[in-house]
């Protein structure tokens, strides 16, 4: 599902468990504000997942570290804070399709 590069904005919805089968979501560079939802790590088969470049705040949900499909997680170019929800296993399987970039208040232990 591809709605990246619009100016739709305001906060991401958090309906997320409503659509397990979905493979791909790119809801990048759009404006959107607030934190991510929790529900985007009901996802089960989810391989990629861009929320780059919005304004996105707030803590990465554990949620998001245990997608079990995800091959490529870009989270680039927002306002993210706080420690990184990550195993290190979760960190060497996506290797260079994890993008945290860009995000000054994000910290790890684990890097």
Partial sequence: L???DNLLGGVLPDFWGNFPDLISLDLS?????GSIPDSLGSLTNVR?????SNKLTGEIPISLGRLQ?????YLSD??????LPFSPEFI????????????????????
Avoid: F, Q, V, W
Avoid at 29 to 33: A, D, G, L, N, R
Avoid at 69 to 73: A, D, F, V, W
């Fill in 2 to 4: 591809y709605l990246g």
């Fill in 29 to 33: 560079s759009s404006e959107y504000k």
């Fill in 69 to 73: 499909s995800i091959y490529s997680l």
């Fill in 78 to 83: 927002n306002s993210l804070s706080g420690p």
């Fill in 48 to 52: 990629y997942l861009d929320l780059r």
């Fill in 92 to 111: 060497n399987k996506l290797g260079h399709n994890l993008m945290l970039d860009n995000n000054a208040g994000l910290c790890s232990t684990t890097l």
